[in-house]
């Protein structure tokens, strides 16, 4: 298999006055492929930290990233913002979707920061919509959709670039137990389609439903399928 995700020995310190919080001790890990992952561990963890990086959405304070082979590290910033905006989907706790816009125009946004012209915007953006069932809600506002339906609306999003890598942090957190079952069976269908997808979670029931598991506390990461293991330095 190819590694999409390779971390090596990746910390990450914030400066909080004269202090320092360091949120990642010394990271390991890689992941392959098309595989489904589940990042898990408690509120202050580093689940989100990690997710940032791994999003390119933040910088290691030390240790190497390598994205589908590339080192991030010597990436200049527009391909960084490429490899975000093309080949990473986001989906975050927080839906994030303009209430004032329809939801095939919320899905259609990448496409507007890519220059896609806005005939194919549509387009794609009502295909995505359909792909995640809500085809019949596509001129619907945001505050017209229930909590799941926003979610899918978001999952949509983070398709429309038809992306190979999925990056879901807290994905199910404000939803019922009938949309978490609704959104998951979401991620199983885009995972058999060939998509990498990397669920962060705290919670244990949303993290079975991955081919594996991987455990963070304390800015620590233990990968029991892998073994690999890690001390803060």
Known sequence: MTAVLELHDVTKVYAAGEL?????????????EGELVA???PSGSGKSTLMHILGCLDVPTSGSFRLAGEDVAELHEDRL???????IGFVF???NLLSYLDAWRNVE???????????????RARRALAQVGL????DHKPGELSGGQQQRVAIARALVTEPA??????????LDSTSTADVLSLFDEL???GRTIVLITHEADVAARAQRTIQIRDGLVWDPDREVTRALA
């Open 93 to 95: 706790q927080q839906f």
């Open 165 to 174: 890598l999925i990056l879901a942090d807290e994905p199910t957190g404000n």
């Open 109 to 123: 946004l990448p496409l507007v920061y890519a220059g896609v012209d806005a005939h194919e915007r549509r387009e």
């Open 81 to 87: 913002a490429e490899l975000r905006n093309r080949h």
């Open 191 to 193: 995972h058999a389609s």
């Open 135 to 138: 085809a019949d809600r596509a």
């Open 20 to 32: 320092e919080v360091r949120a990642l001790g010394g990271v390991t890990l890689a992941i392959d």
């Open 39 to 41: 990042v898990i561990g």
